[in-house]
């Protein structure tokens, strides 16, 4: 890991430490969690939101007044719209990524689950999804939380990361595979 890409994960394990200690103290993991997926839902949709946390043309007051306007829209627990105020006056709002990583990372823990990162060709139906965690369930010996992304490239099949362990069953791995083999024969 270069210098830099340690130190900034440095700063984001620090503050989802901090966070985290303080939401379990009262007792508020559940909606720490919430705050967590709603948080990290809103990166991945506004390219406004992200353009904000890492473009250093925005002064801190305007990151900060910024950050506590989306922090009490959303309705964010007081623990962690404060958090992020503080980061903001601290122009650390680049770190948040990494943070609600690590932050999902230790609530997860704590509630004795594991995220599984499922990509699809198509979007799974809540059935698909009950029965895939059920069966990584019993493969993993926690409850199972599912990251669900679709990517229409994969043609067919799934691709599942757990933890250090990664399954690819689409068609387009089994298409490389099969392109691979017959390039060795020619």
Same mark, same amino acid.
């Given at each position: 890991?270069?210098?830099?890409?340690?130190?900034?994960?440095?700063? @984001?394990?620090?503050?989802?430490?901090? !966070?985290?200690?303080?939401?379990?103290?009262?007792?508020?993991?559940?909606?720490?969690?919430?705050? @967590?997926?709603?948080?990290? @839902?809103?990166?991945?949709?506004?390219?406004?939101? /992200?353009?904000?946390?890492? &473009?250093? !043309?925005?002064?801190?007051?305007?990151?900060?007044?910024?950050?506590?306007?989306?922090?009490? $829209? #959303? +309705?964010?627990?007081? !623990?962690?719209? %404060?958090?992020? /105020?503080? #980061? *903001?006056?601290k122009r650390r709002l680049f770190v948040v990524p990494a943070m609600l990583a690590i932050l999902?990372? #230790? !609530? *997860?823990?704590?509630?004795g689950e594991i995220t599984a990162d499922v990509t699809a060709a198509q979007a799974l139906s809540?059935?698909?999804?009950?029965?895939? @965690?059920?069966?990584? $369930?019993?493969?993993?010996? $926690?409850?199972?939380?599912? %990251?669900?992304?679709?990517?229409?490239?994969?043609? +067919?099949?799934?691709?599942?990361?757990?933890?250090?362990?990664?399954?690819?069953? &689409?068609? /387009? *791995? $089994?298409? %490389?595979?099969?392109? %691979?083999?017959?390039?060795?024969? +020619?």
């Amino acid at each position: 890991m270069s210098e830099p890409a340690s130190i900034s994960s440095g700063i @984001a394990e620090r503050y989802a430490s901090a !966070i985290f200690s303080l939401a379990q103290d009262e007792g508020g993991l559940d909606k720490l969690q919430q705050d @967590a997926d709603a948080l990290d @839902a809103a990166l991945r949709e506004s390219e406004d939101f /992200r353009a904000l946390i890492h &473009s250093p !043309i925005y002064s801190r007051d305007e990151q900060q007044n910024a950050i506590g306007a989306i922090a009490d $829209k #959303m +309705g964010l627990g007081r !623990i962690f719209a %404060n958090t992020l /105020r503080l #980061m *903001a006056s601290k122009r650390r709002l680049f770190v948040v990524p990494a943070m609600l990583a690590i932050l999902r990372d #230790m !609530i *997860a823990d704590a509630k004795g689950e594991i995220t599984a990162d499922v990509t699809a060709a198509q979007a799974l139906s809540d059935e698909q999804k009950a029965a895939l @965690a059920e069966t990584l $369930k019993k493969s993993v010996g $926690k409850d199972v939380k599912i %990251n669900m992304s679709v990517d229409d490239r994969l043609i +067919g099949g799934l691709i599942v990361k757990v933890g250090s362990k990664m399954i690819d069953t &689409s068609i /387009r *791995a $089994k298409l %490389n595979a099969l392109q %691979n083999r017959m390039k060795e024969v +020619g």
